[in-house]
């Protein structure tokens, strides 16, 4: 396959010398998630030229739907409102909603405002449900069956809808009220028999989530039962639409860079392709605050300034506790969220995986206090620094463990994220600690050690 | 719905009291998914006695199928070698060539003879396939039709089959040497005229993938195209199999705990619910071999205890530079591992990545410089510090940057993995980094800092 860069190359030359019908054939081929990274590669005026080419072959909907949001600004710059409206009107509901988002704010009413009537409706009926919640991802395109109808009559339903709605995996069988009341996978229906009512094969009381449900939720449920689509009901029990499993895929993958960043202190809009701008702008403020952290720490090594100058071998020794509890810290803390997220800690409770954080602390801090101690008295012949590192270590690394886990775990049941802030707030206290116990020990042993 | 741990003391009292019969209906009603966190709570003999009512109810194997599998260890320890086979041999054979692994070694060959043979040789023949590989991910149960076949004939064919394999949503069409022609998506087959041979509505040169080909690349696929399924072929674009998007779910979501893991040095067997045993044991040698790098860092620091011993405030202060060096390294990793393992590197390229993260770093490092220059005159009143300070920031942040991306682009260059080994070496070198130019500067301008 040949690589972006080079297809860009190609394009871009048919581009700049007129051949358009070559590079419309080009585009042509190209599965729409293939073209995104060539419009990383294009111009301005490339990119809007593309994007016509595209436009006319009704496919520049599902490439902008394909790419990374972030990328999308860049892309809207190089259209006209108009042509913006025209792309987003031709998305699903769950797509537009998210599209919307990227266009400049400052454009965006002039940008709604040229969309078709209908569909400004329908996405101020979606913008009525709550950020990232399951209302605002559902289609609400899917096929609704009478429980009386017959297999064959529901297949007939199909056939007729014709070639349009190649994704549908489930058909919905809801009563006069619309309240949803079994699923038949297709599947199953075309092997019934013809003459049997669907009410008789449907799977009754079928997995569903009500539209105010967080993605997270929705993700949770399809990936547990194995789902290919989850109907989306309100209160009443009515179906309003289904959630597919590529946007569960989407949502699964959102969900686990955000945990990552989170942990790092990154905002999801800071990619490899964000200019270098953004980047500084939205890491700026996290690394502000965690300098503010730095300087506690230097603070409280600044209350044993007096105990470092009798002992300048402290400030050597001083990186070896901190960076083993910042990687203790990191460790718990990295199993906890990840097994917050993914459900695991079903599997224990808070309080057991909390205790268990401490005591795998004590032993690795045991373990590498002993490893510390030797060499350190191997190096600077003095047994009570080697006692200070060991004992500090074991304290460092037991705090740090059981921060690790309890941090996150707290800020769960807080119901606030458990990856967002965890990480500065166990980086902080863990090196703070750290810091304090080492030279506070050593301070404590100050009259043997010099 | 009820919590695991009281549905756990609702089985254990209804088992202890031996109304069976009752703890069966309470099994039967959940599903498979909501065994697996009761397992947990449950003692050996319980789980025996559990997996025992499941197995009468034929579910044990898709209960065991759900289970995180790092907690089957502890499952077949409370079964007999002619039971675990018993339970395997009802798995697809991705699934059972995955839970194989976790009998344990002693007793896998035991288990294995007692596996019927048709089962055995399809084991065989799977574990050809590399570790990881689309081969053994498969499974091998799939419709073929034969592109003269009309879609009455084809949705007659699949009506024969009974009930028995639901999941089915594409039919693939080969010719007489079993070689991919094309698929159909159920629904079209549905849609499409009775009359009308699958060859004239499959869509041609689907999406496949080979057999060798790694796990990781047909997630992408997957989740680039939207599938719901992807064809297995052999060399000889012989269909073998196909693996289905449940099973893609699973490894998405395994590659980013893989991910987050290995930046913190964990292994993957090292879960929430994990024994405290087994998680000192998984992650010491990461810890000693980290232990190492903290001396080495300590030894960076000892070359300088000389000019420490004059100007005490430098142990107070090379905390702030190593800490933020630390952080805008791990932001820098975080952003390239996994922009590299969604693929966003193709919106951007290896060296533009790493120039931008050195920018980043260097702007971030001058609004830092000057903010610790200042608050370092305000503390200590030396402007020598300050200025010391602010010029190691600055370098120390460039190259924490520069390094952070160079590392895992580096790794993925020479084909390893860009996560594995990337924290360490990056952490290992912004430290040692920091503190050497932090007092290596300070070392310079020590006439002036005195």
């Avoid at 997995?207 to 194995?226: G, H, I, N």
């Avoid at 690795?364 to 101690?373: E, H, K, M, P």
Wanted: charged residues 25%; negative net charge.
């Amino acid at each position: 396959m040949a690589t972006p860069e080079f297809t860009a190359r190609t394009l871009r030359r048919l581009l700049t010398s007129g051949v358009t019908l070559r590079a419309e054939r080009l585009l042509s081929k190209m599965p729409a998630a293939d073209v995104g990274p060539i419009l990383a590669d294009l111009t301005q005026d490339e990119i809007r030229t593309v994007i016509e080419l595209l436009f006319r072959q009704r496919r520049a909907a599902p490439v902008l739907r394909e790419l990374p949001p972030e990328m999308l600004p860049q892309i809207f710059d190089a259209l006209a409102d108009q042509r913006i409206a025209d792309v987003l009107a031709r998305l699903e509901i769950d797509d537009l909603i998210e599209l919307i988002e990227w266009v400049p704010e400052e454009r965006r009413e002039e940008v709604l405002s040229r969309l078709p009537v209908s569909r400004r409706d329908e996405l101020m009926k979606a913008e009525l449900y709550p950020e990232d919640s399951a209302g605002r991802a559902m289609t609400t395109s899917f096929v609704a069956l009478d429980p009386k109808m017959t297999a064959q009559e529901a297949i007939d339903s199909i056939r007729s809808l014709g070639d349009e709605n190649e994704a549908v995996l489930y058909l919905y069988v809801v009563d006069d009220q619309r309240c949803l009341l079994g699923v038949v996978p297709i599947r199953r229906l075309v092997a019934a028999p013809p003459h049997r009512p669907v009410g008789e094969i449907m799977i009754r009381d079928p997995v569903s989530v009500r539209a105010e449900a967080d993605q997270e939720e929705v993700a949770a449920l399809v990936r547990r039962y194995d789902l290919l689509a989850i109907p989306v009901l309100d209160v009443d029990g009515r179906m309003l639409g289904v959630i597919t499993v590529d946007d569960v895929i989407e949502v699964i993958t959102e969900e686990a860079t955000e945990d990552m960043y989170r942990l790092a202190g990154l905002s999801g809009e800071d990619r490899v392709f964000s200019p270098a701008h953004t980047s500084v702008r939205k890491r700026l403020p996290w690394m502000l605050l965690n300098l503010g952290t730095c300087f506690l720490a230097a603070w409280v090594v600044g209350l044993f300034e007096r105990t470092i100058q009798q002992v300048v071998a402290l400030a050597v020794f001083m990186p070896v506790v901190a960076g083993m509890a910042g990687n203790g810290g990191t460790q718990a803390l990295t199993v906890i969220t990840r097994g917050i997220a993914l459900g695991e800690i079903e599997f224990s409770t808070g309080l057991r995986a909390a205790l268990k954080e401490l005591m795998v602390g004590v032993s690795i801090g045991v373990v590498t206090g002993i490893a510390s101690a030797l060499i350190a008295y191997a190096w600077h012949g003095s047994p009570v620094l080697g006692l200070a590192l060991f004992l500090s270590m074991v304290v460092a690394m037991a705090v740090s463990g059981l921060m690790g886990a309890a941090v996150p775990l707290g800020l769960k049941a807080l119901k606030q994220d458990p990856a967002l802030g965890s990480g500065v707030i166990v980086t902080t206290f863990t090196d703070v600690f750290a810091f304090f116990a080492f030279l506070g020990i050593a301070t404590l042993l100050l009259d043997r050690l010099v």
